[in-house]
């Protein structure tokens, strides 16, 4: 068996977190939304769309519990531009940005990251230059 990468992730959000997670992923960070089965019923889930190949699936639940550092660390997207690009973007989002690191390993490789926290405790770590 032979990987290519990572089809999706899958976060739960709290019931009442729908828009929070549309407004955090689709307007501050840019990321496409895609809810039409949800909306319509068909799935309990809707799509952050990262690229072409990758999705967050947002899960909506009653049952949600916040991550803790004991069952969640983050989840990497590769974007790009460069790190300064990066940090004024989020800026000019209002994104408040938890840590930034000039060489943090991935899977292509050390590059610059930033991580920021989603509005139900994820940490989300953004990776340039990959």
């Known amino acids: 068996m032979e990987a ?15 828009d929070d997670a549309r407004e955090f992923y689709g307007e501050r960070l840019g990321f496409g939304i895609e809810d ?11 799509d952050v769309r990262l690229s072409a190949t990758a999705v967050i699936h947002c899960w909506p639940t009653e049952e949600f519990n916040p991550p803790t550092a004991t069952n969640y660390d983050h989840v990497a997207v590769a974007v790009e ?50």
């Open 4 to 18: 290519r990468h990572i089809d999706h992730v899958n976060l739960r959000i709290p019931a009442d977190g729908v």
């Open 36 to 46: 039409g089965p949800y909306a319509a019923g068909e799935k309990p889930f809707f």
């Open 81 to 130: 531009g460069s790190a300064d690009e990066l940090e004024a973007e989020l800026e000019a989002a209002g994104v408040e940005i938890e840590k930034s690191l000039d060489e943090p390993l991935g899977a292509v490789g050390e590059s610059p990251a930033v991580y920021v926290r989603d509005p139900f405790g994820y940490r989300v770590e953004i990776k340039t230059g990959v």
